[in-house]
């Protein structure tokens, strides 16, 4: 696997709450505006989306570990994996967010690397706004 890029964004709450966020696929709803539906069950889920990507429609694995938690996205034109690593500070969470696509692919991942990284760091504050929301109310 190559690794894409990394986003980085620091949350005010605690590890526990950013976690549980995460690992919730149905939660990808909430602060992932291009994604339509979340259908599955356990740790695998069907994903789609309304607006144009390069995976419309992809199959979404999410393992998790007290400090990580990874997708891994098959079945769609890009199979990647995209890691979220936790790091408590204080009263703060640091969510490292690395994407990695697998060897072999037929896309220009140069040219869409800072397209992609845009993106995903977009929805990395969409994130930090609803942790930090849920975290106030």
């Known amino acids: 696997m190559n690794k894409l890029f990394t986003n980085q964004v620091l ?3 605690d590890r526990a ?3 549980a966020i995460l690992a919730d696929a149905q939660q990808l709803l909430t602060w992932n505006p291009a994604i339509s539906s979340v259908a599955g069950n356990a740790n695998q889920f069907r994903i789609d989306r309304t607006t144009a990507a390069l995976n419309q429609h992809e199959l979404l694995t999410i393992t998790t570990t007290p400090d ?3 997708y891994d996205s098959t079945e769609g034109r890009l199979a990647y994996q995209l890691r979220f690593r936790l ?3 204080a009263e703060h969470t640091l969510v490292e967010e690395e994407l990695w696509t697998a060897d072999g692919s037929h896309l220009p991942l140069k040219l869409l ?3 992609a990284k845009q993106a995903f760091a977009a929805n990395l504050n ?3 706004r609803l942790v930090e929301h849920r ?3």
């Open 11 to 13: 949350i005010n709450a």
């Open 17 to 19: 709450s950013v976690h």
């Open 68 to 70: 990580q938690i990874v």
């Open 87 to 89: 790091t408590s500070t």
């Open 113 to 115: 690397a800072p397209i």
């Open 126 to 128: 969409h994130l930090r």
């Open 135 to 137: 975290v106030v109310d």
